[in-house]
């Protein structure tokens, strides 16, 4: 997909009457950034990196000061902190690990990365009768361990742990995802290429299942219909790299309920289709609308582990697909009951697809108006969108940072909204709504308004007011592209 150098950042559009009105908190690279509905930046913690930053009730906010040493580890988090209004640390937590990274005193770090969860809420955003605990609580954290399984490769494995900590900083609970090889459902195809290739990263271990979502499931109509593998306190996550998403039995460890890595096994996960790459998988907490069902990023770009194709030489990452999806789905049916793709946003899904595409980061939110608040991170986007797919409020993150002192990028990891009443400091915000541009008329100081600027030359036989794309037909029916037809049904089924 093609994009321009110059575009507008900011609140590019806002209808107040339709969005669910609030703050937004992301990451951004000056640190923890909160908006209002127009834009105003009402609060930056300054230099507090997120992974992701989260709001509590009370102004306070969740983040790190610092991560290691990027030659030394990949991804791992000194600490989580949990940080005041007035910048003061009012918890931390660095005890994961005794570390000695070269040129660097030993210390004990947290080795945090991707999300955490604070108890009294199942997803750390906002739902009635559910707030994270502020002041008290236990709180999971995704951490990294560096491990050996030979049942898995001969290589050192970069492991996905997570742990239960209590406020004073005991670890009470632990998984390791090694441990629970065997109920992952790999066959001897993937196994045998996760053998060889790990996903190992440059100068890192193989990070076989890059998890990069938990969360509780929390009170639910599953659990209170008697499916035990909805218990509350059971564990949602979703593995990057193995295109798996699953639910941990709490008790006892093993996995209760699993989606992938293989979406051709039945009728209905063929009809569900491959969910490639994923984030934020999470269930719905109660109180929102659609709660109960499922809610992921499903990112498209590669994953997973197989047989070799066309498109992986070797079966590593060898699903892919060049657009993103954000779906809503029945965890018993697999039934797609919302969706956000290419189709919804306006695109051609055989020409356009990837106008609505982030093959990394990314997450879904879901609101109480029954909006759902997409963060579409590579290039730094984030917008609502109401249950008719229309767009409500667009964002576009106006920080750049300069990566390898050449690739400028303005990613956004993951964004929460939350209620004005969550932060007691500020008074409620004027609400001005932001009406859409009209790009065909836009224009940067000192360039030609174009249309109606020049000569209007007429041909015989020629209709002046015929519309067309130069090289394709324009029927209503039917358009004929270069590398397939399109017509009105095809624009009706679901990618």
């Excluded at 390791?176 to 053998?195: I, Q, S, T």
């Excluded at 209760?256 to 063929?270: I, Y």
């Excluded at 029927?475 to 017509?487: A, D, L, W, Y």
Aim: overall charge negative; proline content about 6%; some cysteine.
């Amino acid at each position: 997909m093609g994009l321009p150098t110059i575009y507008p950042t900011g609140v590019t559009y806002y209808d107040k009457t339709k969005a669910f009105n609030g703050y937004t908190i992301y990451p951004s690279s000056k640190g923890a950034l909160l908006i209002d509905m127009n834009g105003n930046e009402v609060q930056l913690w300054a230099g507090l990196g997120g992974f992701p930053n989260k709001i509590l009730p009370g102004g306070y906010v969740f983040g790190t000061t610092g991560e290691r040493n990027a030659k030394y580890a990949f991804q791992d988090q000194l600490d989580l902190v949990q940080v005041d209004w007035e910048g003061n640390i009012v918890w931390k937590f660095d005890q994961t690990e005794l570390v000695a990274d070269p040129g660097s005193e030993p210390r004990y770090v947290a080795r945090q990365h991707h999300d955490y969860q604070r108890e009294g809420s199942s997803t750390g955003y906002f739902a009635p009768d559910a707030e994270p605990y502020i002041d008290h609580g236990n709180t999971l954290i995704l951490t990294h361990e560096n491990i050996y399984n030979h049942a898995i490769s001969d290589k050192r494995l970069l492991d996905d742990k997570i742990i239960e900590v209590t406020w004073e900083g005991d670890i009470i609970w632990t998984w390791r995802a090694n441990e629970h090889f065997e109920e992952f459902g790999f066959d001897e195809a993937a196994k045998n290429v996760l053998f060889r290739d790990p996903c190992v990263v440059k100068n890192f271990d193989g990070d076989w299942l890059h998890i990069n979502s938990i969360s509780t499931l929390g009170p639910n109509k599953w659990y209170d219909s008697g499916d035990e593998r909805f218990h509350p306190d059971n564990i949602i996550f979703d593995a990057r790299n193995a295109n798996i998403l699953a639910i941990i039995d709490k008790k006892t460890g093993k996995i209760v309920w699993r989606l992938g890595p293989d979406f051709n096994e039945s009728e209905a996960t063929k009809k569900l289709g491959w969910i490639i790459g994923q984030h934020h998988f999470h269930l719905i907490p109660r109180g929102l609308p659609g709660e109960g069902d499922f809610l992921v990023y499903d990112n498209g770009g590669a994953g997973g582990y197989g047989s070799p194709n066309p498109s992986s030489k070797y079966g590593i990452n060898n699903a892919v697909r060049d657009y993103s999806r954000v779906l809503q789905f029945n965890p018993l049916t697999l039934e797609i009951t919302w969706q956000y793709t290419p189709l919804e946003a306006g695109a051609m899904l055989f020409t356009d697809a990837s106008k609505f595409y982030s093959s990394y980061i990314s997450s879904a939110q879901r609101l109480p108006n029954g909006n759902t608040l997409i963060t579409e991170g590579s290039d730094g986007r984030v917008f609502e969108v109401t249950p008719d797919h229309e767009i409500v409020w667009e964002f576009i993150n106006p920080y750049f940072k300069k990566i390898l002192g050449k690739f400028d990028n303005n990613m956004v990891y993951r964004a929460y909204r939350v209620p004005y009443e969550w932060i007691p400091q500020l008074e409620k915000p004027l609400e001005t709504d932001i009406e859409k541009i009209d790009i065909v008329t836009f224009r940067v100081p000192g360039a030609s308004i174009g249309e109606g600027s020049g000569k209007v030359t007429l041909t015989e036989g020629v209709d002046p007011e015929r519309e067309k794309l130069t090289g394709f037909g324009s029927e209503e029916e039917q358009v004929n592209f270069c590398v397939t037809s399109i017509t009105k049904e095809d624009t009706l089924k679901k990618p």
